[in-house]
């Protein structure tokens, strides 16, 4: 099953190394990586999502309080890349690691559950924390998805799909209902962040391309007039 327990400052990612593709690392190390992390309320169901993600099980019963970090590789439109999910466990309490955890991250999970209206009130402060440490502008759209978890449990409903949906549309990410339980959308919800954390990471290197292209002429015309 290989599951890896993490503390801080044991993953790669999270010490910030962004070199992953020294020739010396096996070939899997070469793939694309993105690294996703899964945010809310303590028992929202990220540590169910996770794990029914990467191992097609209904877990019951996770340690509340444990932080772990999965990596797998996967098929993301007919291109392999590995995903990298840092599972959060409350230790977004203490301001400098939750700092690190959202800084390292890519893309984000934002989960509540569709039972308990606190949990969707609290999603509102982990995306002010996020775009904060990100440092983007409210406008600027980073790979984030608002998910609302536990839609199994309908008939203990106390978010509507209109009020999540009108949140999500002010901040211009996506919502979408998930179970952990029957797995609806869990695959869903994976692999829609990837999309969006590839295609930033495409936008952010035409963008260096420009500003490289740019500089050069720059100083191309300097030299003309030196000369
Ligand atoms: P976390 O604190 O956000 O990681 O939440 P957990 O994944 O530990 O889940 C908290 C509780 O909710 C556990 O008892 C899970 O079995 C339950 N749970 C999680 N997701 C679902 C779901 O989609 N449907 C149902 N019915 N229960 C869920
Ligand atoms: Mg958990």
Not at 107 to 126: H, M, P, Y
Request: include cysteine.
């Amino acid at each position: 099953m290989g599951r890896r327990h993490l503390l801080s400052g044991c993953l790669p990612w999270f010490r910030g190394s962004s070199n992953t593709n020294t020739m010396s690392k096996p070939k899997t190390q070469q793939l694309p990586l993105h690294k996703v992390i899964m945010v809310g309320s303590g028992g929202v169901g990220k540590s169910a999502l996770t794990l029914q993600f990467m191992y097609d099980e209904f877990v019951e019963d996770y340690e509340p309080t444990k932080a772990d970090s999965y990596r797998k590789k996967v098929l993301l439109d007919g291109e392999e890349v590995q995903i990298d999910i840092l599972d959060t466990a409350g230790q977004e309490d203490y301001a400098a690691i939750r700092d690190n955890y959202f800084r390292s991250g890519e893309g984000f999970l934002c989960v509540f559950s569709i039972t308990e209206q606190e949990s969707f009130q609290a999603t509102s402060e982990f995306r002010e924390q996020i775009l904060r440490v990100k440092n983007v502008d409210k406008n600027d759209r980073i790979p984030f998805l608002l998910v609302g978890n536990k839609s199994d449990l309908d008939e203990r409903r106390q978010v509507s799909q209109e009020e999540a949906q009108s949140k999500a549309a002010d901040w211009n990410v996506a919502y979408v209902e998930t179970s952990a339980k029957t797995r609806a959308n869990v695959d869903k919800v994976f692999f829609d962040l990837m999309r969006e954390i590839r295609d930033r990471k495409a936008q952010d290197g035409q963008k260096q391309n420009k500003n490289k292209g740019k500089k050069k002429s720059k100083s191309s015309k300097k030299k003309c007039v030196i000369l």
